[in-house]
Nanobody, 121 residues
Framework: VQLQASGGGLVQAGGSLRLSCAAS??????MGWFRQAPGKDREFVAT????????NYADSVKGRFTISRDNAKNMVYLQMNSLKAEDTAVYYC?????????????????WGQGTLVTVSS
């Protein structure tokens, strides 16, 4: 079982990035993105439940970020627009074996290695 996140980098405030997460060895209904800034706890960013077509976003990213999924490729994406300095963090993709999307990162079973997003102001 492996989740491989990619797409992070350095971008100016107001710019965009697209993160990708490739899942191998598992296929789950619920997947999510979380982030952790230096010195802070890991926090929820977005979740997607494939079977219901439902998405959920943290208030801080709503309207700027979009989570999507390509089930055929077993990939999850996070399109990030209008980036702000406070979006700087390591971003992690995660998979949950249940069918109940959660904003609590403790409830996720599998994690990718993280990809660093740095937004310069």
């Amino acid at each position: 079982v492996q989740l491989q996140a990619s797409g992070g980098g350095l971008v100016q405030a107001g710019g965009s990035l697209r993160l990708s997460c490739a899942a191998s060895g598992l296929r789950t209904d619920v997947m999510g993105w979380f982030r952790q800034a230096p010195g802070k706890d890991r926090e929820f960013v977005a979740t997607i439940r494939w079977s219901a077509g439902s998405r959920n976003y943290a208030d801080s990213v709503k309207g700027r970020f979009t989570i999507s999924r390509d089930n055929a490729k077993n990939m999850v994406y996070l399109q990030m627009n209008s980036l702000k300095a406070e979006d700087t963090a390591v971003y992690y993709c995660a998979a949950d074996r249940t069918t109940s999307p959660s904003t609590d990162w403790h409830k996720y079973d599998y994690w990718g290695q993280g990809t660093l997003v740095t937004v310069s102001s």
